[in-house]
Structure formats: structure tokens, C-alpha cells
């Protein structure tokens, strides 16, 4: 078994975005012995110089601007998309084009449509595509899955959840988008169910600049 496991090779990936979360994501990777990391882009140079400041990244981790510039690349069998939600589907559906297997920040698109169309393509480009829900992998969810399924709590009436902290803003995404969408994964994961109706109010609380 051990000879092997030693003849797996490593899974060579490219990161695209090291924004808030996309820094943790080049960290794991980096130090994870099954990972190689061929390439980090990011279209502020500045991001790119702290984060091989930070992690000691070798030279030959390529950094760059621009995804088209290694797109091609022969040496790359997965992509690890934290860009901008409103980026994701061009980049998913190139990635996956290319030939890539793809990890996807959470929302996978902003559409419900392009998401379906992002998973029938990648079932036909026989390639993964995942949507890094993390807090599914959280001991804390993983138990309360366990407690779930043991029937402790006998019938499950209604579930619950409060968010206390308000951040981070983002630009691109609401709190639905950005911050709901963990609960609902979770009750989902918990109940191995979907919902079948849905119901939301929502209010601004914070104003642009220049508005009242």
C-alpha cells in the first residue's frame, strides 16, 4: 500500500484570486503534500508580492495578472476559482473547457441557470466541479449532522439561524449571496433535503456614496 501511495502524484493546481479567502486557499495548497501549486493569478501585482512574501513561495510558482497567460499550460490539473463571484461562470466554464477539473468559492454563479449549465458541462467534460461550502467540513456541522441523523432530537419542527457580525462587505454579492448561503447549505446537508418553497424580505443598511 505505501509503495503505492507513494507513486500518486500530486494534484498540480492554479489558484486565481488571493483576495480575503484566496490567500487561505494558496496556504493549504502550498503546504498540502498532495498538492502541487503551479500558479497564482490575481490582477493586483501587489496581492501577488505579499503572498510570496508571506508563504515563502518558490520561483518556479508562476505569479500572474491574468488567467490567459497560463490557460494553456500542459502542467495544470485542476483550478481553484476565488475571484468575484460575478466572474465565476466564465472562468469555471474556461477552466473546465481546458480540460480542468474545478473548486469553485461559494456562490457558484449568480444564476441558477448557469449553474446548471456549469454542471451538465463538467459532466460531460467528465471533469469535478465542486463548490467549496467549508463549514460543511466544520467538526462542529459534521457532529450536529451526526446528532441529526441519530434521531435524538426526535421530530424536526423548524430550524434557526442568526448572523451577529456585519461583514464583510462585498460589492458583488448581498448577505443572501455572501452570508445565508452557509445556513442553507448546512440545514440542507443536515436534513438531506431541498427546500420547496421559499420566502425572503430583505433592507439596505448601508448606502452607497452620495446616497441618503
Known amino acids: ?7 500518486v502524484k500530486p494534484v498540480r493546481i492554479v489558484v486565481l ?19 502541487q501549486l503551479v500558479a497564482v493569478i490575481d490582477p493586483h501585482p501587489e496581492r501577488l508580492t505579499a503572498i510570496r512574501e508571506q508563504f515563502s513561495l518558490d520561483t518556479d510558482v508562476v505569479l500572474a495578472t491574468d488567467w ?13 476559482v476565488a475571484t468575484p463571484a460575478a466572474t465565476h461562470y466564465s472562468l469555471i466554464r ?9 473548486l469553485a468559492e461559494k456562490p457558484l454563479t449568480l444564476d441558477v441557470a448557469e449553474c446548471i ?3 451538465h458541462f463538467a459532466q460531460q467534460q467528465q471533469r469535478q466541479l465542486m463548490v467549496d461550502h467549508t463549514y460543511l467540513f ?12 441519530s434521531g435524538r432530537l426526535g421530530e424536526l419542527r423548524y430550524g434557526y439561524a442568526a448572523r451577529t457580525n456585519l461583514g464583510p ?7 443572501l449571496w455572501d452570508l445565508a448561503i ?12 431541498l427546500p420547496i418553497e421559499v420566502q425572503a424580505t430583505g433592507k439596505v443598511w448601508l448606502c452607497r456614496e452620495g446616497e441618503a
Do not use: C
Request: aromatic share 8%; hydrophobic share 40%; glycine share 10%.
Open 1 to 7: 500500500m505505501n509503495e503505492i501511495l507513494s507513486n
Open 17 to 35: 484570486g488571493v483576495g480575503r479567502w484566496g490567500k487561505h486557499l494558496v496556504r493549504n495548497f502550498w503546504e498540502h503534500p498532495d498538492a
Open 68 to 80: 490567459g497567460s497560463v490557460r494553456e499550460r500542459t502542467d495544470i490539473d485542476a483550478v481553484v
Open 94 to 102: 474556461d477552466a473546465l473547457q481546458q480540460g480542468y477539473h474545478v
Open 117 to 119: 449549465q456549469l454542471y
Open 138 to 149: 466544520h467538526p462542529a456541522v459534521e457532529g450536529g449532522k451526526a446528532v441529526m441523523q
Open 169 to 175: 462587505v462585498r460589492q458583488d454579492v448581498d448577505a
Open 182 to 193: 452557509h445556513d442553507i447549505a448546512i440545514f440542507n446537508t443536515w436534513l438531506g433535503l
